[in-house]
């Protein structure tokens, strides 16, 4: 994987290094496994393995399971092998946050009989109360604040052994009433909760909260950066706190040190697990590796590769203060990439047949055709030619608009690299519909120009309906509506925001026959058409990555 560009974290990595030239720097991404990873996260997976690798350092994966609710080993399973899909690897460094709860339980004993905690009695309620709180010109009001550390202790050790009901008591840090960091007037940093562990069972029924076991997991695994998003910069003080005051084994000090960095937002696109599960659970999308989905296993069942996404993450950079990135950057990205790459290949949305009449019925002719005219070594392929072909439906129009160049009655028009037709006459349907399209075909110029130099504008790709085969496609189309996702009035949901139009199937369409044998994940351009992928879950199936030009005022 590419480095970053230049940014404002390597600034700061540069001077902790010039302050200690023996440091090894060492990152960590630490997913919440309850969810599939999206695109967001592979921001912050390119900034820790990015940052790691320009500096020779190490960067470890950290399942953050330490809060209980939710979570599976299906999505650890799913989060590594999308982690090694972008092509990212932690080696042997692979943890989990709840492997750290002995040792987080034994540093919590410590701060209370040093008298940097206290065991709290106040409910949920109480303690977001102004009246505990506090606010900017109060102070918040902790009564158990002057509880000893002998009795503290024995509430926590019996808080740890299943006495009390979840609520009655937590685990507070002793730091500051006053602080204007709401975050530091001393927060909870243990709670009782009577849910099972997806590793621990139900060994534990008090868990730390992420403030006080984060800093700790990091100080353990030596990391010297902890990078993470802009909405932990006001936690900042408490990681720090954490990390200064927790005697924590091996502890440097001023490390490890959190920086943080914006968080990656798409148009149109939201990206939160929360959303994201629910419209799984809710059976809105086709599971996490729906083609919609921003998650990285949806992405590359659409056909994104790893290498179109990461180029997109470098370009967005990285930023100390959050924008809005429009998708379709993104989909730039793709087409750059399989523009050069992806082999050409014809396929007809909606088919309309078309008899050429001066040609021979029953024979069979094969035009050569270029794989990739970008790419010279992509080779040619044959493709046939019959009496009876198929056009689009978009490259007919029996009253032309101005300058239509494409197959309209009395005009002539080349068919990609075959013969130029003329359209005779349309045949119709008792409904009015068009049945077929008679053409004459000039078969003395073959694919070359007419003798007589005469101009024909138009060229329309085609299919033999002798070859052609059947083939479902799927249109994708943004999941959501909402173009900046955080304008979402508060008494909305996002699913009240879910594009109808998100998915277009299209049945009965036609491809060329060499295309019946394409792979799923293989990935084509179809000319004049976008850029589709065969699916892995549908039998027979494209889908369309992207169209092939942006869809940008339209
Ligand atoms: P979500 O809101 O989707 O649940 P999260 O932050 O709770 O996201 P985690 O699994 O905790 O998800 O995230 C792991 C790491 O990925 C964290 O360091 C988090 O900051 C980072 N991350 C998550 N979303 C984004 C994003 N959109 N841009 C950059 N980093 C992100
Ligand atoms: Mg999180």
């Excluded at 009695?121 to 102004?130: C, I, K, N, V």
């Excluded at 709401?182 to 709670?191: A, L, N």
């Excluded at 496609?473 to 009240?496: A, M, Q, R, V, W």
Aim: charged share 30%; with cysteine.
């Amino acid at each position: 994987m590419e480095e970053m560009n230049n940014n404002f974290i390597y600034d700061l990595i540069d001077k902790d290094l010039a302050e200690h030239p023996d440091m090894k720097v060492h990152t960590r991404f630490p997913p919440e496994p309850n969810g599939y990873l999206h695109i967001g996260h592979c921001k912050a997976l390119c900034v820790d393995f990015g940052t790691a690798k320009k500096y020779g350092g190490l960067c470890n994966l950290r399942m953050d399971d330490t809060n209980p609710a939710k979570e599976d080993t299906e999505y650890v399973d799913a989060i590594k092998e999308d982690i090694h899909w972008l092509g990212f690897d932690w080696d042997d460094r692979f943890f989990y946050g709840s492997d750290y709860f002995d040792i987080d339980y034994e540093l919590a004993e410590d701060l209370i009989k040093r008298g940097l905690a206290y065991v709290c009695e106040l409910s949920a309620e109480e303690f977001r109360d102004p009246k505990y709180c506090g606010d900017l010109t109060h102070p918040a009001v902790s009564p158990c604040r002057s509880r000893s550390p002998e009795e503290s202790l024995d509430l926590f050790r019996r808080m740890k052994a299943g006495e009390f009901p979840e609520g009655k008591y937590t685990l507070r840090a002793k730091i500051d009433l006053e602080s204007g960091n709401f975050c530091m007037r001393d927060p909870v940093i243990y709670r009782i909760k009577y849910v099972e562990h997806h590793r621990q069972g139900t060994k534990w029924c008090i868990f730390p909260m992420y403030d006080f076991a984060h800093p700790i997991q990091d100080a353990l695994e030596h990391v010297t950066h902890s990078l993470c998003s802009l909405e932990y910069e006001i936690h900042r003080p408490l990681y720090n706190w954490v990390r200064d005051n927790v005697n924590i084994p091996g502890n440097t000090t001023g490390f490890p040190r959190q920086i943080e960095f914006a968080r990656l937002n798409i148009t149109y696109t939201v990206l939160s697990k929360r959303f994201l599960r629910g419209l799984v659970e809710g059976g809105v999308v086709d599971g996490w590796d729906d083609p919609r989905m921003p998650t990285l296993c949806g992405l590359r069942r659409r056909g994104y590769t790893a290498a179109s996404i990461l180029d997109f993450i470098g370009r967005t950079g990285v930023a100390k203060s959050d924008s809005l990135v429009d998708i379709r950057q993104l989909e730039a990205c793709l087409r750059d990439e399989l523009n050069q790459k992806a082999p050409r290949r014809i396929a007809i949305e909606k088919p309309i047949k078309v008899v050429v009449d001066n040609y021979p019925e029953g024979k069979t002719e094969y035009f050569e055709v270029s794989n990739n005219p970008s790419d010279e070594a992509a080779g040619t392929r044959k493709l046939p030619f019959t009496r009876e072909l198929y056009i689009d439906e978009s490259d007919f129009a029996e009253v032309p608009p101005p300058k239509f160049f494409r197959m309209k009655p009395d005009g002539e028009v080349r068919l990609m690299g075959a013969y130029i037709v003329k359209c005779e006459r349309i045949e119709k349907n008792a409904d009015g519909s068009i049945k077929e399209i008679h053409c004459t075909a000039d078969l003395e110029t073959g694919n070359g120009m007419p003798a007589d130099g005469r101009k024909v504008k138009g060229t329309i790709h085609w299919l033999s309906a002798d070859y052609a085969k059947d083939v479902t496609l799927h249109l994708y189309n943004n999941l959501t509506t909402l173009e900046n996702p955080s304008d979402k009035p508060d008494d909305k949901d996002y699913t009240d925001f879910i594009n109808p139009e998100s998915l277009i199937v299209v049945k009965g369409a036609k491809i060329e026959p060499a295309l019946a044998d394409a792979a799923p994940g293989d990935k084509f351009q179809f000319v004049r058409f976008g850029y589709f992928c065969k699916d892995t879950k549908n039998e027979n199936t494209f889908n369309r990555i992207v169209p092939l030009k942006d869809s940008f005022g339209k």
